[in-house]
């Protein structure tokens, strides 16, 4: 599985991408949000998704994971394919998308092109949990979006501490101080929290 490309980006369209890695040129199938955050030209990395249909294999892209993991439980929805997917995630990005799964708002999720009544219902009913237990259960992580914070989960957990007990305490360190601590500062005042 190819999780991530990381090249020059050669060429850009509100729709592809296409990054020169080594002198291959891959194209990726992207969403308004990932092309909105893509500089016009230069380095640049995308997280990846792989969809392998009898006439093609397609590779989509992503600025960053969370993009990728809305993405993945889009297209587990019964009728919803990879490029209803990226309508979506075109059409709102993604804390919009939870956003409206979590408040259960048909209207607006059906106003994107190739979401129809039963398909936005269906959306809402089977990643309403799933995504409302992402967007608190991991706030910290959202809130931060970057390396630091995950290895701060990370060390908590390594030290004993259950994922979802580690999660809220460095949600509390990050409100009372800040989302600029280094993994240290994070893991000790969490640490003085339990």
Same mark, same amino acid.
């Given at each position: 599985?190819?999780?991530?490309?990381?090249?020059?980006?050669? $060429? +850009?369209?509100?729709?592809?991408?296409? /990054?020169?890695?080594? #002198? =291959? %040129?891959?194209?990726?199938?992207? @969403?308004?949000?990932?092309?909105?955050?893509?500089?016009?030209?230069?380095?640049?990395?995308?997280?990846?998704?792989?969809?392998?249909?009898?006439?093609?294999?397609?590779?989509?892209?992503?600025?960053?994971?969370? $993009? +990728?993991?809305?993405?993945?439980?889009? /297209?587990?929805?019964? #009728? =919803? %394919?990879?490029?209803?997917?990226? @309508?979506?995630?075109?059409?709102?990005?993604?804390?919009?998308?939870?956003?409206?799964?979590?408040?259960?708002?048909?209207?607006?999720?059906?106003?994107?092109?190739?979401?129809?009544?039963?398909?936005?219902?269906?959306?809402?009913?089977?990643?309403?949990?799933?995504?409302?237990?992402?967007?608190? %259960?991991?706030?910290?992580?959202?809130?931060?979006?970057?390396?630091?914070?995950?290895?701060?989960?990370?060390?908590?957990?390594?030290?004993?501490?259950?994922?979802?007990?580690?999660?809220?305490?460095?949600?509390?360190?990050?409100?009372?101080?800040?989302?600029?601590?280094?993994?240290?500062?994070?893991?000790?005042?969490?640490?003085?929290?339990?």
């Amino acid at each position: 599985m190819i999780t991530h490309i990381q090249g020059v980006l050669e $060429e +850009r369209t509100p729709a592809s991408a296409v /990054i020169d890695c080594d #002198g =291959v %040129g891959y194209l990726l199938q992207i @969403s308004l949000t990932t092309y909105a955050q893509l500089p016009e030209k230069g380095v640049c990395r995308l997280f990846t998704h792989l969809a392998i249909r009898e006439d093609a294999h397609v590779l989509f892209g992503f600025y960053n994971k969370d $993009e +990728r993991e809305l993405f993945r439980h889009l /297209i587990s929805v019964s #009728g =919803v %394919g990879p490029n209803t997917a990226m @309508s979506i995630l075109s059409g709102l990005d993604p804390s919009g998308v939870k956003d409206v799964i979590i408040s259960g708002n048909v209207s607006v999720l059906k106003s994107i092109k190739g979401v129809g009544p039963k398909t936005a219902e269906r959306i809402i009913i089977d990643l309403r949990d799933r995504v409302g237990k992402v967007q608190t %259960g991991a706030l910290a992580l959202a809130m931060a979006g970057n390396k630091t914070h995950e290895e701060a989960l990370s060390a908590l957990v390594t030290l004993g501490f259950a994922k979802t007990a580690a999660e809220k305490a460095i949600e509390k360190v990050l409100k009372k101080y800040g989302p600029d601590l280094g993994v240290s500062e994070i893991v000790k005042n969490a640490l003085s929290s339990f």
